[in-house]
């Protein structure tokens, strides 16, 4: 997708977050959605691949992942991310995602990634457990995401 439309999808994007809903799973898709957009936008990438590029370079998401570093309310979601690790990937057994280090920028990457085809690919079993990680990880990508927007909106 060029730029262009990747800004205009960010923006219309980040218009239908909502952080008040009651709806965690719906503000997932919309929050992951932004990620997404910022992602592809930082390194011309989709997918799995983007993912990797983000964990091993430079880039908006990592920037503002390591300022939020600094803020009380982040560092006790990741730790609340840790809490709930390991976290399985309900699609391919025996394939979960263990955080040792709730400030390891490329595990909590996984295990978001790993929420994400959860959520859109897995068996849909929700339970009280799977209902916390989400609202966990709904506020750490609200973070990451309402930082790295600024660079593009």
């Known amino acids: 997708m060029e730029r262009n439309q990747l800004i205009t999808q960010l923006k219309n994007n980040w218009e239908r977050v909502n952080p008040l809903t009651h709806d965690q799973r719906a503000l997932f898709e919309r929050l992951f959605d932004c ?24 880039n908006e998401i990592r920037k503002i992942f390591d300022q ?20 399985e990937n309900n699609t391919r ?28 690919h897995g068996k849909k079993e ?9 609202r966990t990880t709904n506020n750490i990508l609200h973070k990451i995401v309402g930082g790295a927007k600024l660079k593009y909106i």
Not at 126 to 134: A, G, H, T
């Open 93 to 120: 057994k025996n394939k979960e995602v263990v955080i040792t280090d709730e400030k390891d920028f490329g595990t909590i990457i996984d295990a978001i990634y790993t929420v994400r085809n959860n959520l859109r």
């Open 126 to 134: 929700y339970n009280p457990r799977s209902e916390k990680i989400i």
């Open 68 to 87: 939020m570093l600094n803020n009380n309310n982040f560092l006790n979601w990741l730790s609340q991310f840790k809490e709930y690790s390991p976290i």
């Open 35 to 58: 990620f997404e957009n910022i992602g592809e936008l930082e390194t011309n990438l989709t997918e799995g691949k983007m993912i990797t590029a983000l964990k091993s370079g430079p």
